[in-house]
């Protein structure tokens, strides 16, 4: 075993938390806190309960459908009608996810914070809109285009290039908010990507395994209508947002001395 990973140390790979310790810091976290932390995700779980009852529904409507009309012709008048209601919403989709990813960025950062203060003390409004300020909203709107974009272009090549570039990108913002507070002008927009391919690379199959771990999970909760990402999706998150505190600590202990600096459990005030 020692000589397993001493092989590891040698290819330059990390030696990082597994998922049980990343799961376990999170559950130690929000243990007695479980309210504070499910009032930190409730728009993305309204969203995903939404999600949930509209595929039960659209489910439901598909079978019976199909069991109700076994001519061609009505099949295809339903499925006009259906492609006619639909098509306007072209629009919204691309709103509605960039508003969803800010608030998504603003929970990320305050979940950041939280497992390096391990002060539960903050207001969920603040962290989860923390993003809808002047000091990140430009920052990581732009962030967003530029990542969406590099994306796009990955997947048009082909579609397995595009989703692992989308984990080389996952790391980003959160390097954003550790290298911004750092108050060094240098550094662009650009840098922040780059320095989450940096991160990733060796670990993009590690963050892969990961969030598969949660499937089981992901399927009981569409299984009772959305209502089980009401525990779920803080718990996602957080220990989504604990494999990059883990990663950065091992690669840049610079971007990560936070960790250590509330030894005396004093509360920390974090400024958005």
Known sequence: MGMVREKKKERGKTLMKSRRELKNEVKELFRGNWGQAIKLTLIPVVFQILISMFVAIGALAVIYFISRYSSGSEMSTFSNTDSTATSGNGFGSPIAGL???MILVGINFTFLE???TKNADFKVLKGAFSVFSKRHFIAVLILYILISVFTLLWTLLFIIPGIIKSFSYS???LIYKDLSETDNEDTNYLDYITESRKLMDGHKFDFFILKL???GWD???VLTLGIGYIWLTPYKTATYVAFYKDLVAKQRPDLSSKDNDNKDGKPIIVQY
């Open 171 to 173: 790391q980003a913002y």
């Open 114 to 116: 939280w497992l390096r």
């Open 219 to 221: 399927i009981l909760a």
């Open 99 to 101: 508003l969803m990813t």
């Open 213 to 215: 771990s949660f499937i």
